[in-house]
């Protein structure tokens, strides 16, 4: 095992994202998302210089801390479109009820449908939620982190691939409506995604992962608590 010097790992994860970003602007394919390009090259580099994950960890513990300043910053987007949210609170509170029903028992049918185990199953419903929540749901009602975190990224970076291809095929060009979609659907990876086609969309794609991930938070526990 080659010994790195303090800092390299940060470093290589900020050229692996900026690598990813490059190549996803470059290319313009909604499957080559810079998180999962930027994930895929240090995975990479970490096999190759045989690197244990360990170590990878505690080198870029401090990448985390920036997580919430980059939420706060959402509110800056929001702030500028809070008028037009106050005004489409219905239409958000009855996609909430409907699309976060359908989505629970979404996962609930593909479990069943692959012949999963319980807990299996269980790491599918949290995987519209942003990844910090999905965790604790998970760890909640008996899911396997592992699993649930491989559900969010699939769910993220699939949904924000094909979310605006679906809007398209309706004709929906309302930009609050395709940027709470991809929020509700694709979290953090449908924000991103928002953020292509303006501050209206962002704010709204914010709103969307918001109360998906609120919803999910209190009902699938008091589901299993119930039961």
Known sequence: MITFPPLLLLAVTAIAYQSGAWIYRKSK?????????????????????????????????????FLGPVVVALAVPLYESLRRVQEAMLPIVCTLVIGGGMILLSGFALGQLANLDTQMTYSLLTRSSTAPIALEIAQKIGGDVSLTIIGVIISGVIGSAITPVILDLCDIKDLSIRGFTLGFTSHAFGIARAAEMGVESTAFATIGMGTMACATAIVVPSIFGLG
């Open 29 to 65: 394919i909604p499957m080559l998302q810079p998180v999962l390009v930027s994930a895929f090259i240090v995975v990479c580099f970490l096999f190759f210089f045989n690197v244990p994950f360990s170590t990878y960890r505690e080198e870029t513990k401090i990448l985390p801390l």
